[in-house]
């Protein structure tokens, strides 16, 4: 049971070292915000891996907590490179009138 654990806990650092190869040289800037997101969700992983290796269920909460923090913080990178304003109103608004 433990090298599995092992091993899966190397295939996510490998895939989180290519995911940040593609952070740096990223043709376009979707592609360096979408590797930052895999980077995000894999430390999700990495931390719900640490969890079942530890038995300590306390770290689960801290997973979603950072799972959502990492959504949120791609919206506003993805919404803030589209509009170029963070308070600009997005397409059907309220606000629109």
Do not use: C, H, Q, W
């Amino acid at each position: 049971m433990t090298t599995v654990l092992v091993l899966t806990a190397l295939a996510i650092f490998v895939t989180m070292a290519l995911a940040l190869v593609r952070a740096l040289k990223g043709p376009s800037v979707y592609d360096r915000i979408v590797a930052v997101n895999v980077i995000g969700t894999k430390t999700v992983l990495v931390v719900a891996l640490i969890t079942a290796i530890s038995g300590n269920d306390d770290l689960i909460d801290v997973a979603l907590v950072y799972a959502l923090i990492n959504f949120i913080a791609v919206v506003t990178v993805l919404k803030l490179s589209r509009m170029r304003d963070l308070a600009a109103a997005g397409e059907g608004d309220i606000t629109d009138g």
